[in-house]
């Protein structure tokens, strides 16, 4: 049973395009997370989500926005997709902020 | 403002060989997280370190954290092919909200 699981795994899109991506958990955590990989395999953190608080990395662009349904969802919007957004994003969520993460599978975006 | 840094950040080396990765972080913190990514996938926790003088050990790996230090080890005895992949190093900042800050990771290689 997935503990951590995101929607699509792969997503081609145009610039300029607005795409969503779709992560959920089911253990029952307080907290979760959306992260940036880059090419060179840096984690980058965009924001967490505890008990319908939302905390920004400020160098994240105001064209993503994360939106949270319920505590086991934690979606990731983004608009007017720019090349430079092409990466490897991770969904994660802990028990509560400071406790061992565990991470979806990952959605690899690919903009053109 | 907490920083993390992991070296080497790259590491070729021979099955049977024994090697340490080494995690140094900025400020104060009293815990610890190493995860591994396989090329292609998502992180798996590997150790969590609760406190100083802290010593995990799964298989050939064993993780030592030293709080006073700001210094944490991973250690590969008697390496084998299985264990290549990236190991990334988190610890949770308390000027952060107790988000996790990074290491840019080790990328390891264990050629047969």
């Known amino acids: 049973d997935t503990a951590v699981s995101q929607t699509p795994k792969y997503l081609v899109t145009q610039m300029g395009n607005d795409k969503s991506i779709k992560c959920e958990q089911n253990?029952?955590?307080?907290?979760m997370y959306w992260y940036k990989q880059d090419s060179k395999k840096f984690l980058k953190i965009m924001f967490s989500y505890n008990n319908k608080e939302l905390i920004i990395n400020e160098t994240v662009p105001n064209r993503f926005s994360p939106k949270s349904p319920d505590k086991a969802h934690l979606n990731l919007h983004i608009n007017s997709l720019e090349l430079g957004d092409s990466a490897v994003y991770f969904c994660?969520?802990?028990?509560?902020?400071?406790?061992?993460?565990?991470f979806g599978p990952g959605t690899r975006l690919t903009v053109t | 403002e907490l920083k993390v840094e992991q070296n080497p950040l790259f590491l070729s080396m021979q099955e049977g060989k024994n090697y340490t990765i080494y995690c140094n972080y900025s400020?104060?913190?009293?815990?610890l997280y190493w995860y591994r990514q396989d090329p292609g996938k998502s992180l798996e926790s590997l150790f969590v370190l609760l406190s100083n003088g802290a010593v995990k050990q799964e298989g050939r790996l064993m993780a030592s954290l030293d709080t006073k230090a700001r210094l944490s080890t991973l250690h590969i005895t008697a390496a084998v092919h299985d264990l290549s992949a990236t190991y990334f190093c988190a610890v949770p900042s308390m000027d952060s909200n107790y988000q996790l800050i990074w290491g840019a990771g080790t990328k390891l290689i264990i050629k047969p």
């Open positions: 400020t104060t913190s009293d815990r």
């Open positions: 994660a969520s802990s028990q509560v902020l400071g406790l061992e993460q565990y």
């Open positions: 253990l029952g955590h307080d907290t």
